[in-house]
């Protein structure tokens, strides 16, 4: 990484809980669409949302040419702070699964008659050679096991459901088939423990 710090700005996406707690120093956000990319809750967590026991399922990035991923993408300004937002990355990103990649990345405009921008953005994504990737599953089963699970930072279904919540406040005209449909077997399964 240490090519990227030598930049002086770095945008980075968030599709999952950097969307509303990104943790490190920005100059600005923006919504914005990974596209050729699907968010997927196929990434174990062992930390942050689960235990040894039972981890956690947290989102992680799958490559679907026809797909894209809602999020927000922060721009980093600066050395120092490039630097200090891609350790905490590392600690909080890499150290549970994922690697860096660089995807990119259209910012949405509230000017809807100009071209869209695109960047290069630094995300991290758990692909399936990683030993806490779980992969796909049934929703159900999958919401049985969300709902049961806690880590340090929470209970597991807290993530998906405030990962749900802000998604539909931010983009309320766009669908995640995936997310939606495990977020009401979520709400479902809470409901009968």
């Not at 590392?90 to 990119?104: A, C, H, K, L, T």
């Not at 990737?133 to 597991?156: F, H, Q, S, W």
Request: aromatic share 10%; hydrophobic share 40%.
């Amino acid at each position: 990484m240490e090519s990227l710090s030598s930049n002086q700005s770095l945008w980075i996406f968030g599709y999952g809980s950097l969307i509303w707690n990104p943790g490190f120093a920005f100059s600005t956000s923006r919504k914005a669409y990974a596209i050729g990319w699907a968010r997927r809750m196929y990434q174990g967590n062992t930390y942050h949302r689960g235990d040894e026991k039972l981890p956690g399922r947290v989102a992680t990035l799958i490559e679907e040419s026809n797909s894209f991923t809602n999020g927000v993408v922060f721009r980093v300004d600066g050395k120092t702070a490039i630097a200090t937002a891609v350790k905490y990355l590392e600690q909080r990103e890499i150290d549970n699964g994922y690697s860096f990649r660089m995807v990119p990345v259209q910012i949405d405009s509230i000017h809807h008659r100009r071209r869209p921008t695109v960047v290069m953005a630094l995300t991290c994504v758990a692909d399936k050679q990683n030993e806490l990737y779980l992969g796909p599953d049934d929703l159900i089963k999958m919401a049985r096991e969300i709902v049961t699970a806690k880590g340090c930072a929470g209970p597991n279904c807290e993530y998906v459901l405030n990962l749900a919540e802000n998604l539909r406040k931010l983009f309320p005209n766009d669908e995640d088939d995936h997310l939606f449909q495990l977020e009401q077997h979520v709400r479902m399964a809470k409901v009968r423990a």
